[in-house]
Nanobody
Framework: EVQLQAFGGGLVQAGGSLRLSCVVS????????IAWFRQAPGKGREKVSC????????QLEDSVKGRFTFSGDNAMKTVYLQMNDLKAEDTAVYYC??????????????????WGQGTQVTVSS
């Protein structure tokens, strides 16, 4: 059974930091694209960051560049999203996801085959 378990969300003041973790089981993480998405209240789900294991490419959306960092530990089957200088507009439920194709990052939501349950991040201004 494939499982992605995201945790680490919480309530933080603007300017603060959080680190999200996603533990992946049931797949060989090295063979997958791993991504973080988020969904703010009343909005659609959007991609935040995406990592292509096969070539080591990390993508970050412009809205989080310079503030968020994607990292991973393949041995521990865990990926992280370090979020610094958080803003009120970062408030959302954050999801980790895995896609089997290298183009999964480019395809966004449609490219993902497995999803975690989401973790709430709330940034107070």
């Amino acid at each position: 059974e494939v499982q992605l378990q995201a945790f680490g969300g919480g309530l933080v003041q603007a300017g603060g930091s959080l680190r999200l973790s996603c533990v992946v089981s049931g797949i060989t993480i090295e063979d997958y694209v791993i991504a973080w998405f988020r969904q703010a209240p009343g909005k659609g789900r959007e991609k935040v960051s995406c990592f292509i294991n096969k070539d080591g490419t990390t993508q970050l959306e412009d809205s989080v560049k310079g503030r968020f960092t994607f990292s991973g530990d393949n041995a521990m089957k865990t990926v992280y999203l370090q979020m610094n200088d958080l803003k009120a507009e970062d408030t959302a439920v954050y999801y980790c996801a895995a896609g089997v194709y290298s183009d999964s990052c480019r395809w966004g939501i449609d490219g993902m085959d497995y999803w975690g349950q989401g973790t709430q991040v709330t940034v107070s201004s």
